[in-house]
């Protein structure tokens, strides 16, 4: 895509030993953008003389307002994240990191910068609707009861977000992205974990729920295409889909794993004993059409034999699997 919107401006990833912020720096290194990203109790991937690294801790305001200065952009790509497990079992800490983060980092950027792209999460902000939601679908009714708290959060980061743009000289880009996946992802939301499983030879693989559940996956780099698309040509305050445009089913993405693995597509049960989160999440991306011009480039077939790929070689040559 054509990045000569940033020609000779500086941009702030934060997060850059994170799954989403690595992604970006690593797709901004080869551009002449001059790239600074933060780590925080997480070493570094990257070189020094090619990146500008800061430590940082992003809850406090004095090291926001350190990383955000000389700054023309900012990609806030850092914070905690949820998944069918924890989003139970952990209730406050991740709201509560994110909540702080994401103001602080907001309050220094309005300061500091021009531009800032924020994430807000399509899964856990929307209603619980069986249609593919659209951008105004937002407000017609809560989040889902599972997401409760985490949704709610993640609205919330937009009406700041919209504050935030009214007034101050911050233009607030909001992305709300659908389920992300490929590669520095060692998390444990569904795709990356069941490739870990399958390679580590379980069998069979048991899958959680009842492999009905529905879901649009987007491959990381179509995701960061759409976001820098959003940068360019968006409008502040004005939420955009980021997604797929198509769902998949657990059930579909476990069998494609287990061919891409060399395994039995049969070899696979469901447990719907164990916990998951909502039975469908269907996004019209056709805002990001007509308004960015994006279109999604990677089938998810490919994007996970792929990705499969990826996870071999990094068992082969030792490496942990967010190298």
């Known amino acids: 895509m054509d990045l000569t919107f940033l020609k000779s401006r500086k941009v702030l990833i934060t997060g850059g030993s994170g799954f989403i912020g690595r992604n970006f720096v690593e797709t901004l290194l080869n551009t002449g953008v001059h790239v600074r990203t933060t780590l925080h109790n997480q070493p570094s991937p990257f070189l020094p003389n090619v990146v500008d690294l800061v430590q940082a801790d992003l ?3 004095e090291d926001c307002a350190r990383v955000c200065k000389g700054m023309d952009y900012v990609i806030h790509a850092a914070g905690s994240v949820a998944n069918a497990g ?20 907001l309050e220094a950027a309005s300061m500091h910068c021009e531009k800032i792209l924020i994430f807000s999460s399509s899964t856990a902000g929307y209603p619980p609707f069986d249609h593919p939601v659209q951008e105004e679908d937002m407000w017609k009714a809560p989040p889902a009861p599972v997401y409760f708290g985490y949704g709610w959060m993640r609205r919330y980061f937009e009406l700041l977000g919209d504050y935030v743009s009214r007034t101050s000289p ?5 992305c709300r992205p659908t389920a992300i996946y490929g590669q520095h992802d060692n998390s444990d939301h569904v795709i990356p974990s069941l490739i870990r499983r399958v390679l ?5 693989l048991v899958v959680w729920g009842s492999g009905n559940e529905q879901r649009d996956f987007l491959h990381i780099s179509d995701m960061i295409r759409g976001c820098l698309l959003l940068l360019s040509k968006g409008s502040a305050s004005d939420p955009v889909n980021i997604g797929y445009g198509k769902t998949a089913t657990i059930a579909d993405v476990a069998r494609i794993i287990m061919r891409a693995a060399g395994r039995s597509e049969t070899d696979v049960v469901f447990d719907d004993s164990k916990p998951t989160t909502i039975p469908v999440r269907a996004v019209d991306c056709s805002k990001a059409e007509e308004t960015l011009g994006f279109r ?8 996970l034999y792929d990705l499969v790929d990826w996870f071999k070689t990094c068992q082969e040559e030792g490496h942990t699997y967010n190298r």
Do not use: D, F
Request: hydrophobic share 40%.
């Open 59 to 61: 809850t406090m305001p």
């Open 86 to 105: 924890n989003i139970r079992s952990n209730l406050l800490s991740p709201i509560v990191e994110n909540l702080v983060m994401s103001s602080r980092l």
């Open 170 to 174: 911050l233009q607030v880009m909001i």
């Open 200 to 204: 580590s030879g379980e069998s069979p």
């Open 296 to 303: 999604p480039e990677i089938s998810l077939e490919e994007g």
